[in-house]
């Protein structure tokens, strides 16, 4: 069950991070 929930965060923390670079990049 704690792994479920690692792999969960894991993959919302990659969308976050992902989704404040896309936002820097068109601020180019």
């Known amino acids: ?3 479920r929930w ?3 965060l ?3 923390a990659v969308v ?3 989704s404040v ?3 820097s990049g ?3």
């Open 6 to 8: 690692r792999v969960i």
């Open 26 to 28: 068109t601020n180019e």
């Open 21 to 23: 670079a896309c936002a």
């Open 1 to 3: 069950m704690s792994q």
């Open 10 to 12: 894991s993959n919302l």
């Open 16 to 18: 976050a991070l992902f």
